[in-house]
């Protein structure tokens, strides 16, 4: 099928404020091509999903915007808020304001739930304070002193995406928030991440849950082998079946 709403890599419109933006990202694991030419904007406070089927590219192409070791970006560039993202470190881009919440969560053991916090903030800059991430995670405040690594998967999820709050975050880059949940979980990660949203924080969020994914979204960026293949509406992704079969299978 012809996809009509946008061409892959095309930007935001005229006139519209592009605040973090990647252009032709390739990226490999060992001699693996995974992201092959991906490129799309972001304006401030939009909520973009990242979606396509499992092998599409997208935690890969989180994990290059976020500079992390694996996969390797060979080439292309990423800019957030006029910083040259493709040219830091993981670390460095941590500083920048790249927040990733990755699947596996990584709760670091052997810390309570508020040492895990407080671990995020031990360098500059810091995001919410903690009573802040409390009054907005309350089950994080009653399990304070537990900890991290104990606790059940929606509450290390939600721990995953305080931690990340608790740096000073311009772009919060979500992979699969409702993996392995229970659907009673999975309605108050949704909240949350609601919560976000109301709150104007910049986001992506890839899901496989793609349906839930796209309510939340303002924008939809479809990958396929590695490249954008549709960059449009949330509610045009909603309304196409046939767009939602041939890339999404569903």
Same mark, same amino acid.
């Given at each position: 099928?012809?996809?009509?709403?946008?061409?892959? *890599?095309?930007?935001?419109?005229?006139?519209?404020?592009?605040?973090?933006?990647?252009?032709?990202?390739?990226?490999?694991?060992?001699?693996?091509? @995974?992201? &092959?030419? =991906?490129?799309?904007? =972001?304006?401030?406070?939009?909520? =973009?999903?990242?979606?396509?089927?499992?092998?599409?590219?997208?935690t890969s192409t989180l994990?290059?915007?976020?500079?992390?070791?694996?996969?390797?970006?060979?080439?292309?560039?990423?800019?957030?808020?006029?910083?040259? $993202?493709?040219?830091?470190?993981?670390?460095?881009?941590?500083?920048?304001?790249?927040?990733?919440?990755?699947?596996?969560?990584?709760?670091?053991?052997?810390?309570?739930?508020?040492?895990?916090? &407080?671990?995020?903030?031990?360098?500059?800059?810091?995001?919410?304070?903690?009573?802040?991430?409390?009054?907005?995670?309350?089950?994080?405040?009653?399990?304070?002193?537990?900890?991290?690594?104990?606790?059940?998967?929606?509450?290390? &999820?939600?721990?995953?995406?305080?931690?990340?709050?608790?740096?000073?975050?311009?772009?919060?880059?979500?992979?699969?928030?409702?993996?392995?949940?229970?659907?009673?979980? =999975?309605?108050?990660? #949704?909240?949350?991440?609601?919560?976000?949203?109301?709150?104007?924080?910049?986001? $992506?969020?890839? #899901?496989?849950?793609? @349906?839930?994914?796209? *309510?939340?979204?303002?924008?939809? $960026?479809?990958?396929?082998?590695?490249?954008?293949?549709?960059?449009?509406?949330a509610q045009a992704v909603?309304? *196409?079946?046939?767009?939602?079969?041939?890339?999404?299978?569903?």
């Amino acid at each position: 099928m012809t996809v009509t709403e946008t061409q892959p *890599n095309t930007p935001l419109e005229a006139g519209a404020e592009t605040y973090f933006a990647c252009t032709d990202l390739h990226a490999y694991y060992g001699e693996s091509y @995974i992201v &092959q030419g =991906v490129g799309f904007s =972001v304006r401030k406070s939009e909520i =973009v999903a990242l979606l396509g089927r499992n092998g599409a590219g997208k935690t890969s192409t989180l994990r290059t915007i976020a500079r992390a070791g694996q996969p390797e970006l060979k080439s292309g560039e990423i800019f957030l808020d006029g910083d040259a $993202i493709h040219r830091m470190s993981a670390f460095q881009a941590s500083r920048a304001g790249i927040g990733l919440v990755p699947e596996d969560r990584r709760i670091i053991a052997g810390l309570t739930v508020e040492e895990n916090l &407080q671990l995020a903030q031990i360098a500059e800059p810091k995001g919410w304070p903690l009573e802040r991430l409390y009054e907005h995670f309350p089950r994080l405040a009653e399990r304070r002193r537990q900890e991290g690594v104990t606790l059940s998967g929606g509450e290390q &999820q939600m721990l995953a995406v305080a931690r990340a709050l608790a740096r000073d975050v311009k772009l919060l880059l979500l992979d699969e928030p409702y993996e392995g949940l229970a659907p009673v979980i =999975v309605q108050e990660i #949704e909240r949350i991440l609601h919560e976000i949203k109301s709150l104007g924080l910049t986001t $992506i969020i890839v #899901e496989q849950n793609a @349906i839930a994914a796209l *309510n939340l979204a303002d924008r939809a $960026i479809i990958l396929d082998m590695g490249n954008v293949v549709f960059d449009g509406t949330a509610q045009a992704v909603l309304d *196409n079946a046939e767009l939602r079969q041939e890339y999404l299978a569903i």
